[in-house]
Structures are given as structure tokens and as C-alpha cells.
């Protein structure tokens, strides 16, 4: 059964430092989602992406971060200089909207640890 | 504003049924979901209905949508160990928009 991937799994970082986690979809997808979730609390959505292009984006998601499909597989999130709260827990996430289609379904995560 | 609100615990023997109920307040949400998250692992979707629908059974999982009082529950038969977990309400208003998550009910079962 297709899955959306993550890499890596576990990232700790220096604070300050930038990061890019990456993120492979569902093949056929077109539309593609960050969110995260702060050890203990609630989900929450960071972006989505559609036509090379984001399509909306939370107050969460300020300029030090950016979105990114560089090639036909991949999804990036970059974190320009991390700080000590961005540690959380990153979900990718990709939809198929059509009627036949798949949607709703979340990667495995990259737990973020800044230091 | 969109919010999901649900109950942060919930405690059933194993073998009882648990219910964990979850309310919304978007009426335009029309996706309404219930993901389970294990401890250190990701979101797997457990089922999803749409809001023209009342009821959605699937095996152990019965999913009951009231949406005049926008409330939203979820019924596990035969609770075993392995339900143990965070169960999330959750919805969207369509199958390409975010999804707006609660915080979250976590299952305690009692031996």
C-alpha cells in the first residue's frame, strides 16, 4: 500500500543552525502538507502546497521557514535558524482529492530537537 | 474560528466499549475524522465520515455524527490493550484543505 515517507526520522540540531526535513509523497498526490506537534500538545498545520506553489499557510509559518518540491518526488521543509521551540515533532502529509483518490494520510514524522 | 474540542482522558476496562466524543464548531467542516497515535509513533487514520452521513461502522469502530449539536463520537467494541493511545478528533472542510486537529483523548484500559 503506497505511504508517505519521511527522512530522517530523529534530527537534533544546534539552535540557530538550519534544517531540512524531507518528505517523499504518495506518487500520484498533487497536493502536499506540513504540520507539527510540540511534544504533548495538539497538531498543528504549517503549510500546504499545490502547483509548485503554497497555497495557504498558518501564522506559524513565518519567514524562517520555506516549502520546497525539488524534483518529482520529494517535499522539503526548511527551517532557516532553528530555535530552541521549533522542537516538535514535523508530519508530512499528501492528498489525492479526486473521487477515487486518497486522502488524509500522514508520514511517520521527524521528531526535531533543537539544543 | 475553526476548533475541535474532545476530553484529554478517558478510562475503560478491557473488554467494556469506549466512547470518546469530540465537538466542532465549523458547520461548513465536512470531512470529520478520527486518527489514533501511539506512544512515539505517527497519525494512522483511523476512519472518517462525511457529514451527510450519521453512522459509519467499520469492525470494532463506530463512528456516530450528529451535526445539528456539531458533535462527533467514536466507539471502540471490545477494548483491547492494543487501543491504548491518543485518539484525535479531527476535520476539514475538503478533501484538499488542512485539517484542523483536537488536542487529543488519551485511552487508558484497566486490566
Known amino acids: 500500500e503506497p505511504e508517505v515517507t519521511q527522512t530522517p526520522s530523529h534530527q537534533v540540531t544546534q539552535m540557530g543552525q538550519e534544517v531540512i526535513l524531507r518528505c517523499v509523497p504518495i506518487?500520484?498526490?498533487?497536493?502536499f502538507y506540513w504540520y507539527r506537534q510540540i511534544l504533548g500538545q495538539k497538531v498543528e498545520f504549517l503549510v500546504s502546497?499545490?502547483?509548485?506553489?503554497?497555497?495557504?499557510k498558518s501564522e506559524i509559518f513565518d519567514d524562517q521557514f520555506s516549502v520546497e518540491r525539488p524534483d518529482g518526488s520529494n517535499f522539503t521543509l526548511k527551517i532557516r535558524s532553528t530555535k530552541l521551540e521549533d522542537s516538535a515533532m514535523y508530519f508530512c502529509?499528501?492528498?489525492?482529492?479526486?473521487?477515487?483518490?486518497?486522502?488524509?494520510?500522514f508520514g511517520p514524522g521527524t521528531r526535531l530537537t533543537v539544543l | 474560528g475553526e476548533d475541535v474540542e474532545q476530553s484529554l482522558f478517558l478510562s475503560v476496562r478491557e473488554g467494556d466499549s469506549s466512547v470518546i466524543n469530540c465537538t466542532y464548531t465549523?458547520?461548513?467542516?465536512?470531512?470529520l475524522y478520527w486518527y489514533k497515535q501511539e506512544p512515539g509513533a505517527g497519525l494512522q487514520l483511523l476512519t472518517y465520515?462525511?457529514?451527510?452521513?450519521d453512522m459509519k461502522q467499520d469492525q470494532r469502530l463506530t463512528v456516530l455524527l450528529n451535526k445539528k449539536d456539531k458533535h462527533l463520537s467514536l466507539r471502540i467494541a471490545d477494548t483491547q490493550t492494543g487501543d491504548s493511545a491518543i485518539y484525535f478528533c479531527?476535520?476539514?472542510?475538503?478533501?484538499?484543505?488542512?485539517?484542523?486537529f483536537g488536542k487529543g483523548t488519551r485511552l487508558h484500559i484497566l486490566p
Open positions: 502529509a499528501s492528498s489525492d482529492p479526486g473521487l477515487a483518490g486518497d486522502w488524509g494520510f
Open positions: 506518487s500520484n498526490h498533487l497536493y
Open positions: 502546497f499545490y502547483n509548485n506553489e503554497i497555497s495557504e
Open positions: 465549523d458547520s461548513s467542516s465536512t470531512y
Open positions: 465520515i462525511f457529514s451527510n452521513m
Open positions: 479531527a476535520e476539514s472542510m475538503s478533501r484538499d484543505d488542512k485539517i484542523i
